[in-house]
Structure formats: structure tokens, C-alpha cells
């Protein structure tokens, strides 16, 4: 007798058992069922669900540079870390780190290095400008972009700028051609501008 109470009990229990799913992330997980042995004994593999995707988000172009008390953006993302490592650069994209040095030196709190790439015949306007934290020299720096920006049969220069936090410069480079071929390195030598 308590055997026919409890059957219709526990077959209602093992039926919303094995209808049970699990929600994780965006992938449903589903109890299998045990198959019944075959004739060799050999009991076949449950179907796993396969596992999710990491799909990574689209890049936006980045400037990365080194040591810094808060980066300044301009047109292009700057993003500055502690320690410098060198980005993954996109395909196709433009890349040159180097450093900007000097005499050794502390700069003043608040100071900010400006990098120009500047075309030779508009050198007015430039094509790219990367601001960024420091407080002290050298610094290293990373910067890449399309290189779809650089026209044919124009001549390009880098060049370095350190102002202090009133906004005045303090360190100047000489513009230094930018190198033809990627990835590429190039140290800007800034001098006092007194």
C-alpha cells in the first residue's frame, strides 16, 4: 500500500527532474538522461552544450602611453597605464613607440606631454595629437593609427612638447621625420625652453 502512494510521487519528481534547465549566461543547460546499456555494455557519451562564445567587442583606435597622473584626450582614446607594455595593434594600423627623454628629470606636478604628427606641408594643423600625464623623463610611449591618415607623396614629423600645468612649455623636441616603414621605434629628445 505505501508503495502505490509514493510511486506517483516519485514519478512526478523524476519527470520535472529531467525536464529541469538551467539558465548560465546565454547558454541553457539540460539535464541528459541516462541511455539504456547496448549490447556491449558500453554506456555512450551525453551530449555536452557547447560552451560560450567570447566575442570581443570592436577596438577603437588607441594611443597608449606610459606613466601618468591622468590622461587628456584629445580626437584619438588615450589610455595610460603604471607600466608601460606595448599594445596589440590592429591590422593594417600604423605603429611606433619610443620614448620621450631628456635630461633626467622630475617634472613639475600636473605637466602633460603632447605628441604631434604633423604633415611637412600643412604643418600648421596636426594630423595627430596625443596628450598624456607625466612626472618625470624618460618616458615611454606607444601611439598607432590607419594608416589610410598618411597621404602619398607627403612628408611626415614627430614631435614632442611638455607643458607644465599652468600650460606653458617647458621641454621642446626638433620635429624628427616619421619613419617610413611599421611597426618602428623612435625616441623624441626633449630640451628646456628657456
Do not use: C, W
Not at 557519451?45 to 570592436?58: F, L
Not at 614629423?157 to 621605434?185: I, Y
Amino acid at each position: 500500500m505505501k508503495s502505490r502512494t509514493f510511486l506517483p510521487v516519485i514519478t512526478a519528481l523524476a519527470v520535472s527532474m529531467a525536464s529541469a534547465q538551467t539558465q548560465v549566461g546565454q547558454v541553457t543547460l539540460t539535464p541528459v538522461q541516462p541511455a539504456p546499456r547496448t549490447n556491449g555494455g558500453v554506456k555512450p557519451r551525453p551530449v555536452q552544450a557547447p560552451a560560450p562564445q567570447n566575442v570581443p567587442a570592436p577596438r577603437t583606435v588607441q594611443n597608449t602611453a606610459a606613466p601618468a597622473t591622468k590622461p587628456a584626450t584629445t580626437a584619438t582614446t588615450v589610455t595610460v597605464t603604471k607600466t608601460f607594455t606595448p599594445q596589440d595593434v590592429p591590422e593594417g594600423s600604423y605603429n611606433l613607440t619610443g620614448k620621450v627623454t631628456g635630461v633626467a628629470t622630475r617634472l613639475p606636478t600636473g605637466s602633460k606631454i603632447v605628441l604631434l604628427v604633423q604633415d611637412d606641408q600643412a604643418p600648421t594643423t596636426p594630423l595627430l595629437q596625443i596628450k598624456f600625464g607625466a612626472s618625470a623623463l624618460p618616458v615611454p610611449y606607444q601611439m598607432y593609427f590607419t594608416q589610410s591618415r598618411l597621404k602619398a607623396n607627403h612628408n611626415y614629423s614627430v614631435q614632442a612638447k611638455v607643458f607644465n600645468a599652468a600650460g606653458q612649455m617647458t621641454h621642446l623636441s626638433t620635429p624628427v621625420p616619421l619613419p617610413t616603414t611599421s611597426p618602428t621605434s623612435l625616441n623624441l629628445t626633449v630640451q628646456p625652453t628657456r
